[in-house]
């Protein structure tokens, strides 16, 4: 069982599709005709991965840890001037201004002159060396970022430099369907299976990645134009329908059952809502063709990079949207991203739009997400939401809002620890803490060797070998 709001705390490769199985995997169906796999012996299953993967997180960290005397911004309400950060097991146990308890024979970490911010939530990247779809199509939900993840990738030490505790790990953008996304903590460790989240369905937790616009128009099989891309989309939410019913009509039913499809198996998740789609879109115009889907066909989604935000944000709060806007100093790139404006965080947020942030590094490198929330109040947005679009508001478009993104008691213990004001140009991250295990401290020469730059910091071997005279590859 989860430990809070349902969630489980380790990575569950059981669920989506082609995971690994504990027995025969079973085809069944839930309620209006949903689509998906049964999860045999669900709990049996869980445990089963929480052993694989026994010692990634701070679970065992039973002494208590007390951080006291600088600010802090817990996100769920005003920031403490002079507060008391208590964690413990992974999990933050008390937070409060000072006089604030500290449980007896607890650790206490003096944190006068530092600013302490929950784990950064990064809704979308592409570290990890990851890559989604291939030519052969322009839709390919069954392809999944969990069986092309380079945990050795020197891109998560640098996430972790920046304060990224929680990531969106995407495929690219060049097909209206490229894949599965991941959702992952920067744990420490070894295999991807380390870093993995569960959702409430103990799946692996992840979106779906769509794009429509410039990037997914090419030859065929490839749409063309704007309108066929619509259009292919259209009909292979259709076809998923049509699937889903068969599937419902079955009753379990083997013999009635239709030949398993995984492309509309994924599809069907998106439909009954389990699976939320992570669409890039840019102009105005492709913008509101997501919207125009999304009402068609009843999925949920959140729209990232909204380079014409700005210009259709009352469509987007009417539609109850949330958007995931990259922000950076130099735009450019492509002639549909002209419009790109530093004012887009700052006009959704005054229109009532959930606003999160994220790097689509290696666009924004990840040691400088907060960059990203500085420039944005340079451009209007406010203070406190532009500290939410890192943090909170990320963990709620990807749907972790009840575990990760605030510091508060029964939250997980990811936070980062900063040398200063959080949007000062002088600030730096000084550790990263994930599940009460710290994953990045400057002081460290390694560390500060990934923060910084130099020999070695693009070597995912470089920074553990013969400049320290330690052996063995990145964790």
């Known amino acids: 069982m989860g430990l809070s709001g349902g969630w489980v705390w380790e990575g569950d490769c059981g669920g989506g599709v082609g995971g690994p199985r504990l027995g025969v995997e079973m085809r069944t169906r839930r309620q209006a005709g949903r689509v998906w796999f049964g999860r045999l012996a669900g709990v049996a299953r869980v445990g089963w991965w929480l052993g694989m993967v026994a010692g990634t997180t701070s679970v065992g960290q039973e002494k208590p840890l007390a951080f006291v005397g600088g600010r802090i911004e817990p996100m769920t309400g005003p920031a403490i001037t002079n ?55 322009p839709i390919q939900p069954e392809v999944r970022v969990l069986d092309a993840f380079d945990v050795r990738d020197p891109g998560l030490q640098r996430a972790r430099a920046g304060g990224i505790t929680t990531v969106n790990v995407m495929p690219g953008s060049g097909h209206l369907v490229s894949g599965q996304t991941l959702y992952l903590k920067l744990r420490k460790g070894g295999r991807v299976e380390d870093l993995l989240m569960t959702n409430r369905q103990g799946r692996v937790a992840g979106g779906l990645k769509m794009a429509n616009g410039t990037n997914s128009r090419r ?114 790139g492509k002639l549909e991203a002209r419009d790109m404006d530093w004012r887009t965080g700052g006009e959704l947020e005054r229109a009532g739009v959930t606003v999160g942030f994220h790097t689509d590094d290696p666009v924004t490198d990840s040691r400088w997400f907060l960059r990203s929330a500085a420039l944005a109040v340079r451009a209007g947005m406010t203070r406190e939401g532009a500290l939410r679009a890192v943090t909170l508001a990320g963990a709620e478009i990807l749907d972790l809002a009840d575990r990760v993104g605030s510091l508060a008691p029964g939250k997980d213990a990811d936070l980062v620890v900063l040398s200063g004001d959080p949007l000062s140009v ?30 070695g910091a693009g070597n995912p071997r470089g920074a553990h070998l013969c400049c320290f005279g330690t052996w063995g590859g990145a964790e």
């Open 83 to 137: 507060g008391v950060l208590v964690i413990q097991g992974g999990r933050v146990v008390a937070v409060g201004p000072a006089g604030t308890p500290v449980p007896e024979g607890a650790d206490v970490r003096e944190m006068k002159g530092r600013v302490i911010l929950p784990g950064l939530v990064d809704t979308h990247s592409h570290i990890g060396s990851v890559e989604g779809g291939d030519g052969s199509s």
């Open 219 to 332: 030859d065929p099989p490839f749409p063309g134009t704007r309108g066929k891309s619509a259009a292919l989309v259209r009909e292979r939410l259709v076809a998923a329908q049509e699937y889903a019913g068969k599937v419902g009509a079955a009753k379990g039913d083997a013999a009635k059952l239709p030949a398993r499809d995984l492309s509309l198996e994924i599809l069907g998740e998106v439909l009954s809502g389990e699976r939320v789609v992570q669409h890039h879109t840019h102009r105005h115009d492709d913008i509101l063709t997501v919207l125009r889907l999304r009402k068609e066909f009843g999925f949920k989604v959140v729209l990232h990079h909204v380079s014409d935000g700005w210009r259709v944000a009352r469509e987007i709060a009417a539609a109850g949207v949330g958007c995931s806007v990259i922000v950076i100093d130099s735009p450019g």
């Open 426 to 455: 002088y600030t730096q991250v000084e550790e990263t803490w994930v599940e009460g295990e710290r994953v990045f401290d400057r002081s460290d020469p390694k560390d500060r060797l990934l923060a910084t730059g130099g020999y």
